[in-house]
């Protein structure tokens, strides 16, 4: 049995981080290329909210805009689409492959109603941006205070 002497002043989580890395080490023999801890979501997006509007903005690289479907279902926002990698000879052997092709979907759940008949999207360099204009009932009104 080992004796491990405690630091008199131990960073904060320090032992939980090295026995983080030692775990992660452990699982990368067994599956490199991949961390253990945190799954790969595809595609990787940013949910903001501007004015009246929310906008999902998703790194798409590679991905034919012809080849996406999008649409707003009961409070959530549907992405799918395919991603094809050309120009690869399937007899190919990889030391590493880090970017996947094939299909996919994501799922996002809208923090708020949107007016499902006003959405729009545009892609520029690899990255979407999806519009999505609130309804009329997720917009704050002002009420006015009567006095008699």
Do not use: W
């Amino acid at each position: 049995m080992a004796i491990v002497r405690l630091k008199s002043n131990p960073d904060e989580g320090s032992e939980f981080n090295r026995l983080r890395q030692e775990i992660n080490q452990l699982f990368n023999l067994f599956s490199p290329g991949s961390d253990p801890f945190f799954s790969r979501v595809y595609p990787a997006i940013n949910l903001t909210e501007e004015g009246d509007h929310l906008y999902v903005r998703a790194e798409l690289p590679g991905v034919n805009p012809e080849s996406l479907d999008i649409s707003v279902i009961e409070g959530k926002l549907m992405i799918r689409g395919e991603r094809k990698i050309e120009g690869e000879d399937p007899k190919t052997s990889y030391h590493r492959r880090e970017r996947e092709a094939g299909f996919f979907r994501r799922t996002i759940g809208l923090p708020m109603k949107v007016d499902s008949g006003k959405v729009s999207a545009s892609m520029k360099n690899g990255v979407l941006t999806i519009t999505l204009p609130k309804s009329e009932e997720a917009i704050p009104r002002k009420i006015t205070v009567k006095t008699t």
